[in-house]
């Protein structure tokens, strides 16, 4: 193909709608969004023209998705050569996804313990946007019948991971999500701000989450905190089960032994060293 065709095809692009690009144009820029990271994590650094012709569309096309992503902090410019690097958002998303890793991998042991000495459910949650979604789970021998939680999504306010969670947000990300309207699911699901911010400030406290048929009826549960190494809370540990069996005389060392629990996976993630 001669440069000349080359750059005919790359005139080429798929119609616009008249409310907007198209569906496919849009899916092309993210392709080409995309394939500008590879780019730049195989280069290292490069220029508008080498992305370009890697991408293999015009300088103007290159340039633009370049800008798109440096204003996201996906990419950066080193302003003296003029090249184009990978930014400090891919850093932190990357770092996202191995401490879920970290977790997952590090979790195992610490929850199969927990529930085989307590014969209950336990799970791991990390923050998903506003819920808390459950990304490791071991059963005792008492919940054989008990429900499946893995990779659910359950409410911040509603459950005593996702009240470990949000305790423990930074308090304007915190505050935002207790101005919303709060779903109720049952006579005790807690949904005024007021009541929720004292219950919150004793989860600090007390250094557990708590819920009682909060979620759904007949169920309980007690989270306690997981820091990374500089203290962050980056997920909760929690031990859930029937009401009959979670009962107030056995809620205290169930607390105790799930804070225990929480310190251990903590520790294996960095933290206190």
């Known amino acids: 193909m001669t440069r000349t065709q080359k750059q005919a095809e790359r005139t080429e692009e798929i119609p616009e709608k008249q409310n907007g690009r198209g569906a496919g144009s849009a899916v092309q820029s993210v392709d080409r969004a995309v394939s500008v990271l590879e780019i730049l994590a195989r280069l290292g650094e490069a220029g508008v023209t080498e992305i370009a012709d890697e991408l293999d569309v015009h300088k103007s096309t290159a340039f633009r998705l370049l800008g798109v992503l440096e204003n996201r902090g996906l990419v950066a410019q080193a302003k003296d050569r003029g090249k184009y690097y990978l930014g400090a958002a891919v850093l932190r998303l990357a770092g996202a996804a191995a401490v879920r890793l970290d977790i997952s991998q590090e979790g195992v042991p610490v929850c199969r313990e927990l529930a085989d000495e307590l014969g209950e459910t336990v799970n791991i949650a990390v923050l998903d946007d506003d819920a808390a979604v459950n990304i490791m789970q071991a059963r005792g021998t008492a919940s054989v019948t008990a429900q499946n939680w893995l990779g659910r999504r359950t409410p911040l306010h509603a459950t ?85 069996r979670l009962n107030s005389d056995r809620l205290p060392e169930l607390a105790k032994r799930t804070v225990a629990a929480g310190a251990e996976l903590s520790r294996r993630m960095g933290y206190g060293f």
């Not at 807690?190 to 600090?204: D, F, K, W, Y």
């Open 160 to 244: 005593s991971s996702g009240k470990v969670l949000l305790a423990h947000m930074p308090p304007t990300l915190r505050e935002g999500l207790l101005a919303r309207t709060l779903p109720r699911f049952t006579d005790r699901t807690i949904t005024g701000p007021s009541a929720l911010r004292a219950e919150l400030e004793a989860v600090v406290e007390q250094g557990y989450g708590l819920t009682i048929e909060e979620l759904e009826l007949g169920l309980a549960a007690v989270a306690a905190p997981v820091r990374a190494h500089d203290g962050k809370v980056i997920a909760a540990i929690s031990v859930s089960g029937p009401v009959y």
